[in-house]
């Protein structure tokens, strides 16, 4: 099977390319997604908040994708459900296996990864104690009150206050549970602010800075964790250890992209963001192969996942047009600056580039630079910025031009 752009995925990145390489003159477009239906998940998020940049209205998770889904069925694109893709290579070769056509392989032209991300599990975490029932993600939670209509629990205490953590706080609260307290380890949120307000505070919910949990009780079921305080080393601080009852543990502690795939394909990864290193484009290391999305590297809203995604189907649709290696100059992050994305400019480039970021702690009031050579090219200033929130900077084309290689710097003014 030969396919102009295949896309790894039809979440909300995978739709918005597959119409982007579609609008942009592709000719066949397949989209390949392991789940039953289209739309990842959003389809689990019911609450609000989601297209007020994108679609210029406020809708729910599933209202978005389905915003998606329509447009794509209006298209002539190819759609493949329950298929896991099990392998891709740098000459744009997919093997992929489902019911209906077994193991079968696709050759493409251009290839957009997006296959999201997966939440940080209590592997990876190493809490002390044993494992009885209780202990699940806070995106599993989801899954079950959302989409099952079943309870994990009746007493919560939430570790991490990352967005999923603080949406389902609140969701638990409302079907009649008891969130006893949010812990965060660091001394700042990773979720966005409008989530610790609307989630937290204005429904009584604690939520602890600088505390993590230590161990957690039950044979068969959880009976309660203990909590501490961690000192500037992150470790806990003996005399502050409490116990809290509770029959259930949400982990809220971080989001991992799904970057197998690319690993095997040897495309070179960031290793702060843990998705591929891209350009202005979205195309990785490998020629041809483009990513977008929680697979790139882990976004606030939905909406700018849509937006990056519809460059990376854009320049997918028009890459066997052109395949004529350009050079570029790199994109690294400077001081107080954990990463940036895209990691290389085309050089002569002379189109306004947005580069997306985080800092590594709170700054306030903050100057965002752009050095270049060992001088300011470009800066602005901004009120706050915050690791939980990822923030951008829109580099004009005519400093692009003239610069060299580009360092994203933040600092106090």
């Known amino acids: 099977m030969n396919t102009d752009v295949v896309v790894i995925g039809g979440g909300p990145a995978g739709l918005a390319a597959a119409i982007s390489a579609k609008e942009n003159g592709a000719g066949r477009v397949l989209i390949l997604e392991r789940d039953t239906a289209l739309g990842g998940i959003l389809q689990q998020c019911i609450h609000n908040g989601f297209g007020l940049h994108y679609f210029g209205e406020e809708l729910t998770g599933p209202e978005y994708a389905q915003r998606c889904i329509d447009k794509i069925m209006t298209m002539d694109v190819g759609i493949k459900l329950d298929t896991m893709v099990l392998s891709i290579d740098q000459s744009r070769n997919i093997v992929a296996v489902n019911r209906e056509d077994g193991v079968f392989k696709v050759s493409a032209n251009a290839i957009v990864l997006a296959m999201g991300c997966r939440e940080r599990t209590r592997g990876a975490l190493q809490i002390a104690g044993t494992r009885p029932a ?85 044979k068969s079921r959880v009976e309660g964790v203990t909590v501490a305080q961690v000192d500037e080393n992150l470790k ?132 965002i630079k752009v050095m270049s050579k060992g001088r300011e090219v470009y800066a602005r200033n901004k009120q706050i910025c915050t690791p939980g929130e990822m923030e951008k900077i829109i580099i004009p084309g005519e400093v692009l031009v003239e610069a060299g290689a580009l360092k994203i710097v933040v600092e106090q003014r």
């Open 134 to 218: 209780g202990v699940l993600t806070a995106g599993s939670a989801q899954y079950m009150v959302n989409m099952q209509g079943y309870m994990p629990g009746n007493e919560v205490v939430i570790l991490g206050s990352g967005d999923i953590g603080l949406i389902m706080a609140r969701r638990m609260t409302w079907e009649g549970a008891k969130v006893k307290l949010v812990c965060e380890l660091m001394p700042y949120s990773s979720g966005l602010a409008r989530n610790i307000s609307q989630c937290l505070l204005d429904n009584d919910i604690p939520l602890k800075f600088n505390h993590t949990v230590v161990e957690v009780h039950g």
């Open 236 to 367: 806990p601080i003996k005399d502050t250890y409490e116990y809290i009852s509770c029959d259930t543990l949400l982990l809220s502690v971080g989001l991992i992209p799904e970057n197998e795939l690319s690993r095997e394909a040897d495309i070179q990864l960031d290793p702060s963001t843990k998705g591929a290193i891209v350009d202005e484009r979205r195309q990785t290391s490998a020629p041809g192969i483009f990513a977008c999305g929680n697979v790139l590297h882990v976004h606030d809203l939905v909406d700018n996942v849509s937006q990056e995604a519809e460059i990376a189907g854009k320049c997918a649709a028009l890459f066997y047009k052109d395949e004529t290696v350009k050079k570029q100059m790199s994109v690294t992050a400077g001081d107080n600056v954990a990463y940036c994305v895209p990691q290389n400019i085309t050089i002569g480039t002379n189109e306004d580039t947005p580069v997306y970021f985080r800092v590594r702690s709170i700054i306030k009031p903050a100057r």
